[in-house]
């Protein structure tokens, strides 16, 4: 499994190396931004927090583009982060910043067991027409994806629409979230977390880890001089 996991990423990665020249800018920040919010609002904040709550249509939406570029079984998603918010920094964290150091962005994304704390699930399983879906069909979507993009419209499409933003959420799995947020940047508060300002081009307020340790719902900027844009698109899709 974990070399299934890894072969998309390793498959985007190689695409974009051969056609680097080829590329401009614009359409890689846009899907880069795009990778970053899709891995956020679904991984993070709705399957990790529960903080979303969509109309189911736009629940699945959601969640094919989020299977699309590979941001995750939305049940792993839920047990691992409860866990790092209970353990941050400590025995138990499933992404210890602290205990692995930099090993942590090659290890985070591949610890997949959820047995353990399955009364994490509770709220999701109440709903399994809902979560079940993307958990057992998701990787078919993320193999697909390109292969559809491709036939329809041609490598362009494949580069800026699937090949960037996966890249763009395993950084986000395997760097920024679990490495650079815990070890770079500054404090409000007591946690082992940080807010990293130096990322918020590509990352608006989920830089903003440290207040996220702190309050994980809601708005993630805490003082006059921050600013989490995500909240607001929150807001907007809870009516959608």
Known sequence: MHLMWRLPPLVAFLLIMFNFS???FWPVYFGLIAGFFWVDTCGHRYAGHLDLNPSLITHHIL????SC????CPLTWRVQHMRHHKFSGKEGDPHNAEELDWRVCF???FRLDVRSDAHYLKPMLKDKLKWNFWSTYKYYFTVLCP???FL???MSAVLYLWAVPIIAVHLYQS???VYISHKFGYKHYDNDATNCLMFWPLLFGSVYHNNHHKRAKGNQAHKWYEFDPAYYI???INKL
């Open 22 to 24: 080829a590329m401009t």
């Open 63 to 66: 969640w094919f583009i989020a």
């Open 69 to 72: 570029w590979q941001v995750g």
């Open 107 to 109: 290890i985070a994304p």
């Open 147 to 149: 292969i559809v993009l």
């Open 152 to 154: 329809l419209f041609g």
């Open 175 to 177: 760097v920024l979230s």
């Open 234 to 236: 929150y807001k907007l």
